[in-house]
Each structure stands twice: as C-alpha cells, then as structure tokens.
C-alpha cells in the first residue's frame, strides 16, 4: 500500500511563507494526478492545487501565492505558500490520483496556522 507523508507545516506570521513537501513511497509515474487540498473544522476538504503532467490547476483563492510541483526523482510533491493569510490556516493533505482508477491516496495531514 502506497504511503504519502507531508512534512513542513507550522506556526507563520501572516504575509510570510512555508514550503510542504509530500514524500511518496512509489513512483510519482503511478499516478495520473497529484495534488493538494485543505480542511478546517467543520468545513468540507477543499481542492488547493492539482498537478497533471506539467498542468497546474489552483484554487482562486491560492492563485498567485502557491505553487504545485513534483520531483520524479525524488518521489516527491511539494507546495510552494507565499503570501499566507490567516484563511490558509488549515489541515493540509497531499493525494494522488492513479491512472486507470478514480482512488485517491491520501496523506495523514499537516497543520499549517498563519497567525500573528
């Protein structure tokens, strides 16, 4: 069974920055799709970000402030936060989409809190 584990969440002060890396325990070629979403609570999981091949798909409210990427050789998918607000305060989770299937793989999660 495949594991996604997010690493690099915290505390950051509005307007700053982190970076959440998503280690995979299989190759990233597994997968048709990969990506980011977020959950407050009480609130249902959002979609942030989407990666297919080298298209990026982002959610309005992260357009210009995040970026998705992967590293094949690492096995690895990262999310780049600049600009963070205190509504980017959430649970982040890292999934995967593999070819073939509508199955996504999630992650465990990662706290981020922007907060002064």
């Known amino acids: 069974q495949v594991q996604l584990v997010e690493s690099g969440g915290g505390l950051v002060q509005p307007g700053g920055s982190l970076r959440l890396s998503c280690a995979v325990s299989?190759?990233?070629?597994?997968?048709?799709?990969m990506g980011w979403s977020r959950q407050t609570p009480g609130k249902e999981r959002e979609l942030v970000a989407r990666?297919?091949?080298?298209?990026?798909y982002y959610v309005d409210s992260v357009k210009g402030r995040f970026t998705v990427s992967t590293d094949h050789a690492e096995n690895a998918l990262f999310l780049q936060m600049y600009s963070l607000k205190p509504e980017d305060t959430a649970t982040y989770y890292c999934?995967?989409?593999?070819?073939?299937?509508?199955?996504?793989?999630w992650g465990q999660g990662i706290q981020v809190t922007v907060s002064s």
């Open positions: 299989e190759s990233l070629s597994s997968f048709a799709a």
């Open positions: 990666i297919i091949k080298a298209d990026a």
């Open positions: 999934f995967g989409v593999r070819h073939g299937t509508s199955v996504l793989d």
